[in-house]
């Protein structure tokens, strides 16, 4: 079992960026595939980037593409969310989840979940 704690999340205006970190304990990090998804106020959890083990592959969605970049740091336990151009429509709790990516159904594959990060978009 992983253990998973999301961080940097808060208030940007329009155009601003923000990195989201996962910090995970427990097992050893690295077997995992990982991914973030997020969920806005009354509507339903989506997906918006995963990262294999080692980090080489990743996965987006098309209406992410160009503005969010995920990474891991391995040595260091710990995912990353880059998110750039932010818009007030991505306003929601983002979450970092690990497991075994399968690029379909409501977790993708993701077994262990964080409790999430606040990231609001002002006008």
């Known amino acids: 079992q992983v253990q998973l704690v999301e961080s940097g999340g808060g208030l940007v205006q329009t155009g601003g960026s923000l990195r989201l970190s996962c910090a995970a304990s427990?097992?050893?990090?690295?077997?995992?595939?990982m991914g973030w998804f997020r969920q806005a106020p009354g509507k339903e959890r989506e997906f918006v980037a995963g990262i294999n083990r080692i980090g080489g592959v990743k996965y987006y969605p098309d209406f992410v593409k160009g503005r969010f970049t995920i990474s891991r740091d391995n040595a260091k336990n710990t995912l990353y969310l880059q998110i750039n151009s932010l818009k007030p429509e991505d306003t929601a709790v983002y979450y970092c989840?690990?497991?075994?990516?399968?690029?379909?159904?409501?977790?993708?594959?993701?077994?262990?979940w964080g409790k999430g990060t606040l990231v609001t978009v002002s006008s």
């Open positions: 427990g097992r050893t990090f690295s077997i995992y595939d």
């Open positions: 989840a690990a497991g075994y990516y399968s690029g379909s159904g409501p977790n993708y594959g993701m077994n262990y």
